[in-house]
């Protein structure tokens, strides 16, 4: 066998399988590589004969799968809102870390400035995540549904009342309250807001003023265009991997977390768990997510819908029993509005943390994630910290890198004699096979020996891809000089040059090739390779490039002992 081939193979078929799961990401298909199972065993999905109905505002809901917890209850959850809000409509919200827009008609929060996260186009500017204006439709809603026939319940869509006089963070939390009333059910909705913190607590708050028990629901909703959220992916969308996913997502316990494309719910191919106790449900971009979790242990309904061409909506749908009258009822829940900062999110609700999926690797990707943030803590810096999980990482392999290298360093040695025997023997490819295992044997070399434990490290590598790009905390961090920025490519092609180089070096530090093509074929991988991480976040190939300089640095010194041992001059 020939090992120089067998390398050249797996590294096509690994660079081929990288950039066709981009490519499958890229047409809204799910990952091959990220990505957990959507599960088989959920609710039959919807009929693309569903009746659909009319909404106060004239928008139409989605079509509903019929269900005993939702049959009289979902048909009547509002669309959305008119997209164009006056400013006199609208009233302001500011804590340290967030300031926020509530629009009256129906207290949805309309927008969100994230103040510790500058945008990408104007770096004075803080990132904007939830937004309906400039053609950017993505809201938060909450409201009642389940009113009697003629009656109609405060929804998304009904005018509310501010009473909270406060609107900037005075102490450790904020207090928003809205209020508003119809056919006799109160609805006070309560946002509470906390110091440093993204998770927001909400409380539904109903009251019932007729002379009749009510049964109403509450349904909880995140409203959100189809369009991808491209700014924020730094590397072209056919090159993005697993950080490029936007669309909704939902958790339980018995189906664990799904994905679905904005196609499928478009095509109604979607599938997802229809009922649950437990769990939450978000809406997921590269580094930020929305996410409600509504109360753990009261059973309720999903639904992801499109309301209209190119926009979707992710709700809950909660019976809350019987209101006698003149008696009210509080339903709490949590809404997370923010980065996707996973120590967090873990304390919010259980699995939230997913929403950074690692896929299937995520046994390896979260430990390098752990490791990657005690270093932080201990370095400050997240490039110094990428170099040194970068040595710590090479460190940990390097019996198997170094089992590799000699392997090499021994093929390098006998290269002059596996070509005499390549001319003595010709086409003959039986006597020259033979031959040259006779020679593996003589010299005690594995054929294998420079590719298992590079097979090994592959898994390694993927998970650290995943992991340095889908950490919302390398977003916006510094190395040194000229690198602003981690999450975005080398604005000077530094880096990717420098990659480009080391590569040329192992190259010639490798055994030449005795076929001339395959010889040409490696020389070029190092162009393909590094064109690619041209457009890849420096970070990554920061990593890329330590790793070449060390493995460079193992490489000589396992040769210099081969030919030392061998008695031959190392060149």
């Not at 804590?95 to 103040?115: E, K, N, P």
């Not at 809603?141 to 509310?160: K, M, R, V």
């Not at 190119?310 to 829940?333: C, D, H, T």
Request: proline share 7%; charged share 15%; glycine share 6%.
């Amino acid at each position: 066998m020939d090992i120089r081939r067998t390398i050249l193979l797996m590294i096509f078929s690994f660079s081929l399988l990288m950039l066709w799961n981009n490519w499958q990401v890229h047409q809204g298909n799910p990952s091959l590589l990220g990505g957990q199972p959507q599960s088989t065993e959920s609710t039959a999905k919807p009929s693309p004969d569903s009746a659909s109905t009319a909404t106060p505002a004239g928008v139409p809901t989605a079509p509903v799968t019929p269900s005993a917890s939702t049959d009289t209850t979902s048909a009547n959850v509002p669309g959305v809102a008119p997209t164009a809000v006056s400013q006199a409509q609208l009233v302001n919200f500011k804590t340290d870390v967030l300031s926020l827009s509530f629009d009256l008609q129906g207290a949805q929060l309309v927008r969100a400035d994230l103040l510790s996260f500058p945008s990408r186009e104007e770096k004075n500017q803080p990132f904007v995540l939830l937004n309906n204006r400039g053609g950017q439709t993505y809201v938060v809603q909450s409201g009642l549904t389940g009113a009697p026939a003629g009656s109609l319940y405060p929804t998304h869509l009904a005018q509310y009342t501010l009473i909270t006089t406060d609107r900037e963070l005075n102490g450790d939390k904020l207090v928003i309250k809205f209020v508003s009333e119809s056919s006799g059910v109160k609805l006070t909705k309560t946002f509470t807001l906390q110091k440093s913190s993204y998770e927001i607590l909400v409380d539904h708050q109903i009251e019932n003023l007729t002379a009749q028990p009510i049964s109403p629901s509450v349904y909880l909703q995140i409203t959100r265009d189809g369009k991808d959220a491209a700014s924020e992916n730094s590397t072209p969308s056919f090159m993005s991997g697993p950080v490029s996913f936007t669309g909704p997502a939902i958790y339980s316990e018995q189906d664990k977390f799904q994905k679905v494309s904005f196609t499928d719910i478009e095509k109604r191919k979607a599938t997802y768990v229809k009922e649950a106790d437990n769990g939450w449900f978000a809406m997921v971009q590269h580094y930020f997510v929305t996410a409600w979790v509504p109360p753990q242990g009261k059973t309720r309904s999903y639904e992801m819908t499109e309301l209209q061409k190119n926009l979707f909506a992710v709700r809950s749908i909660e019976p809350v029993g019987a209101i006698a009258p003149n008696s009210q009822l509080n339903i709490p829940a949590k809404l997370w509005v923010g980065p996707q900062d996973q120590d967090g999110l873990e304390k919010v609700a259980p699995g939230l943390d997913l929403v950074v999926d690692y896929g299937l690797l995520t046994i390896i990707a979260k430990p390098l994630f752990a490791l990657m943030t005690w270093l932080y803590t201990i370095l400050g810096n997240w490039g110094w910290t990428i170099v040194v999980l970068t040595i710590l990482i090479k460190a940990a392999f390097y019996p198997l890198s170094a089992a590799s290298y000699r392997s090499m360093a021994k093929m390098k040695l006998v290269a002059p004699r596996l070509q005499a025997l390549k001319e003595k023997f010709g086409d003959d490819r039986q006597k020259l096979n033979t031959a040259m295992m006779e020679m593996y044997r003589t010299e005690k070399i594995n054929p294998l020996g420079g590719c298992l434990p590079i097979l090994v490290q592959i898994p390694v590598f993927i998970s650290l891809y995943y992991v340095l790009g889908s950490s919302v905390e390398l977003r916006g961090a510094p190395w040194i000089w000229w690198i602003k920025d981690l999450a975005v490519q080398d604005p000077y092609f530094i880096l990717p040059v420098v990659m480009m180089g080391t590569m040329f070096i192992q190259m010639k530090l490798n055994p030449t090739p005795p076929d001339p093509m395959q010889a040409k074929v490696m020389m070029f991988m190092p162009l393909v390779f590094g064109a690619m991480m041209f457009f890849f976040p420096s970070g990554l190939v920061l990593y890329w490039c330590v790793n070449n300089i060390l493995s460079i640095a193992q490489q000589w010194y396992v040769m210099r002992q081969i030919a030392a041992t061998a008695a031959i001059p190392h060149r």
